[in-house]
C-alpha cells in the first residue's frame, strides 16, 4: 500500500497561486496532464491513496477531465467545485478505503479529508494548515490521535517542530529534505502512530517534482505485500536458499514466525541470483522453538566440549537485543527446520548459534 502527499499549487505548477486569477498560469502550460501522470504513478495497487493539497475545479480546470470518473474516485470534505482549494484524496475505483466523518467541528472543513480502511484497521488524515484556527485543530487531532497518520502541508517549519514534540507521532522526513522549493524549506511532513511498527515503513524521502512548488512525499505500508512470493510446503523444495544469508532480526506475527534476511538465494534457469526479504514460518509452534547459543566461537573449546544456553525468543533478545546471525547450515526435515551460524552482538564477538523451529504450515519466501 502506497501513501502520499503532494501540494498541488492549484495546477499552476511553481507559478504564485495566490494571484488573480485564481488560476495564474501565465505561459499555459500543461501542469494538470503532468499532476495527472503523478497521480497514475503513484496509483497502481487496489489500496495505494494520494492526497492532494490546493485542488480546485473551476473554470480553468475541470477536474473530470484530468481524473476521468471511470478510474478514480475523489474524496472530499466539501463541494471543491465551489472552494477555491480543498484537500481531496484520490484512489482507484476499485479500492477499499471510505471517507471518514471528522470527530470536531470546523470552520474550515475543505482543510481536511478522514479516509478509514476497514480491512487494514487504519485511518489517515489530510491536512492542509493555512489559518491559526486551523492550526489549533491540527493540535488537537494531534493530541486526541484522530488518526494513526496524519499528513500534508503544514505550511510553517517552526510549526512542524512544535507538532514533532507529540511523543504519539514520529515524522518520516528530516528538516534538512526540501519540500517547498521556493523558499528551500520542509513544510510537508507524514506523521505516523508510534504504534506502527518501523519495520512496517518504506520511506525514500520526497519525490522531485516540476508540476507544483511542492515535492511529493510518499512511502510504502507493509512493502512485503508487494514481494515475490514463493512457498515451500512440507511435500516439495523450491531453488531457493538462505546459506551465508545474514538474519536481520527476528519477529512474530500471531502464529507466523518472521525472519528478516539480507540475502534470499535463488537457482533459476541455470542463475544465481540474490535478493533480500523474508521467510515466514506458518503455523508455528513456539513452544518448540529454541535458539541454542554457545559459550565457544565454533561451538567446542579446546578439549572438544560444549557449552551453552537455550533461549526462548523473548529471552534471546533480553540478552542479545541488536544481534545479528549468519546462517552457515540449513536443515529441512518435514516440520522440524534448523538454522546453524554465528551470531554476533554489538561488541562484534562472535559464538556458534542453533535456531530450531517447529511449523505446520508452510515456509513463505517474499523476495524483494
Same mark, same amino acid.
Given at each position: 500500500?502506497?501513501?502520499?502527499?503532494?501540494?498541488?499549487?492549484?495546477?499552476?505548477?511553481?507559478?504564485?497561486?495566490?494571484?488573480?486569477?485564481?488560476?495564474?498560469?501565465?505561459?499555459?502550460?500543461?501542469?494538470?496532464?503532468?499532476?495527472?501522470?503523478?497521480?497514475?504513478?503513484?496509483?497502481?495497487?487496489?489500496?495505494?491513496?494520494?492526497?492532494?493539497?490546493?485542488?480546485?475545479?473551476?473554470?480553468?480546470?475541470?477536474?473530470?477531465?484530468?481524473?476521468?470518473?471511470?478510474?478514480?474516485?475523489?474524496?472530499?470534505?466539501?463541494?471543491?467545485?465551489?472552494?477555491?482549494?480543498?484537500?481531496?484524496?484520490?484512489?482507484?475505483?476499485?479500492?477499499?478505503?471510505?471517507?471518514?466523518?471528522?470527530?470536531?467541528?470546523? +470552520?474550515?472543513?475543505?482543510?481536511?479529508?478522514?479516509?478509514?480502511?476497514? @480491512?487494514?484497521?487504519?485511518?489517515?488524515?489530510?491536512?492542509?494548515?493555512?489559518?491559526?484556527?486551523?492550526?489549533?485543530?491540527?493540535n488537537e487531532c494531534f493530541k486526541s490521535k484522530?488518526?494513526?497518520?496524519?499528513?500534508?502541508?503544514?505550511?510553517?517549519?517552526?510549526?512542524?517542530?512544535?507538532?514533532?514534540?507529540?511523543?504519539?507521532?514520529?515524522?518520516?522526513?528530516?528538516?534538512?529534505?526540501?519540500?517547498?522549493?521556493?523558499?528551500?524549506?520542509?513544510?510537508?511532513?507524514?506523521?505516523?502512530?508510534?504504534?506502527?511498527?518501523?519495520?512496517?515503513?518504506?520511506?525514500?524521502?520526497?519525490?522531485?517534482?516540476?508540476?507544483?512548488?511542492?515535492?511529493?512525499?510518499?512511502?510504502?505500508?507493509?512493502?512485503?505485500?508487494?514481494?515475490?512470493?514463493?512457498?515451500?510446503?512440507?511435500?516439495?523444495?523450491?531453488?531457493?536458499?538462505?546459506? @551465508?544469508?545474514?538474519?536481520?532480526?527476528?519477529?512474530?506475527? @500471531? @502464529?507466523?514466525?518472521?525472519?528478516?534476511?539480507?540475502?534470499?538465494?535463488?537457482?533459476?534457469? +541455470?542463475?544465481?541470483?540474490?535478493?533480500?526479504?523474508?521467510?515466514?514460518?506458518?503455523?508455528?509452534?513456539?513452544?518448540?522453538?529454541?535458539?541454542?547459543?554457545?559459550?565457544?566461537?565454533?561451538?567446542?573449546?579446546?578439549?572438544g566440549s560444549f557449552t551453552g544456553r537455550c533461549?526462548?525468543?523473548?529471552?534471546?533478545? +533480553?540478552?542479545?537485543?541488536?544481534?545479528?546471525?549468519?546462517?552457515?547450515?540449513?536443515?529441512?526435515?518435514?516440520?522440524?527446520?534448523?538454522?546453524?551460524?554465528?551470531?554476533?552482538?554489538?561488541?562484534?564477538?562472535?559464538?556458534?548459534?542453533?535456531?530450531?523451529?517447529?511449523?505446520?504450515?508452510?515456509?513463505?519466501?517474499?523476495?524483494?
Open positions: 500500500m502506497r501513501i502520499s502527499s503532494f501540494n498541488i499549487n492549484k495546477f499552476c505548477g511553481a507559478y504564485g497561486s495566490s494571484l488573480e486569477p485564481v488560476y495564474y498560469n501565465p505561459r499555459n502550460v500543461d501542469f494538470k496532464s503532468k499532476i495527472k501522470e503523478i497521480v497514475d504513478s503513484l496509483l497502481v495497487e487496489t489500496d495505494d491513496i494520494v492526497f492532494l493539497q490546493e485542488f480546485i475545479d473551476n473554470q480553468y480546470i475541470s477536474v473530470h477531465r484530468v481524473f476521468g470518473k471511470s478510474k478514480y474516485n475523489i474524496f472530499s470534505n466539501v463541494d471543491y467545485k465551489k472552494c477555491k482549494s480543498n484537500v481531496v484524496a484520490i484512489t482507484l475505483k476499485k479500492s477499499r478505503w471510505k471517507k471518514s466523518d471528522l470527530t470536531f467541528e470546523t +470552520e474550515f472543513p475543505n482543510k481536511f479529508i478522514k479516509m478509514e480502511h476497514h @480491512d487494514k484497521n487504519l485511518c489517515v488524515l489530510g491536512v492542509h494548515n493555512t489559518d491559526e484556527i486551523i492550526r489549533k485543530q491540527i484522530e488518526a494513526d497518520i496524519i499528513l500534508g502541508d503544514f505550511n510553517d517549519q517552526d510549526y512542524l517542530s512544535e507538532l514533532s514534540n507529540y511523543d504519539k507521532f514520529r515524522g518520516l522526513m528530516s528538516d534538512e529534505v526540501i519540500t517547498y522549493k521556493p523558499v528551500q524549506s520542509a513544510i510537508d511532513q507524514i506523521f505516523v502512530s508510534n504504534t506502527i511498527e518501523s519495520t512496517r515503513i518504506a520511506f525514500e524521502e520526497v519525490i522531485e517534482t516540476f508540476a507544483s512548488d511542492h515535492n511529493i512525499l510518499s512511502f510504502e505500508l507493509d512493502p512485503r505485500a508487494r514481494t515475490k512470493k514463493y512457498v515451500r510446503d512440507q511435500i516439495d523444495n523450491i531453488g531457493l536458499s538462505l546459506h @551465508d544469508s545474514r538474519v536481520k532480526k527476528i519477529e512474530v506475527n @500471531d @502464529d507466523t514466525l518472521i525472519l528478516i534476511v539480507d540475502g534470499i538465494c535463488q537457482y533459476q534457469d +541455470e542463475e544465481e541470483t540474490t535478493s533480500s526479504g523474508v521467510v515466514e514460518f506458518t503455523k508455528v509452534d513456539l513452544e518448540y522453538f529454541e535458539i541454542m547459543v554457545f559459550d565457544y566461537p565454533f561451538g567446542y573449546d579446546d578439549n533461549y526462548s525468543l523473548d529471552e534471546f533478545y +533480553e540478552n542479545y537485543p541488536n544481534a545479528e546471525f549468519d546462517i552457515n547450515i540449513e536443515c529441512y526435515n518435514g516440520y522440524d527446520t534448523l538454522y546453524q551460524g554465528i551470531i554476533w552482538d554489538d561488541e562484534m564477538h562472535s559464538l556458534f548459534i542453533a535456531v530450531h523451529i517447529w511449523n505446520y504450515g508452510d515456509i513463505i519466501y517474499r523476495i524483494e
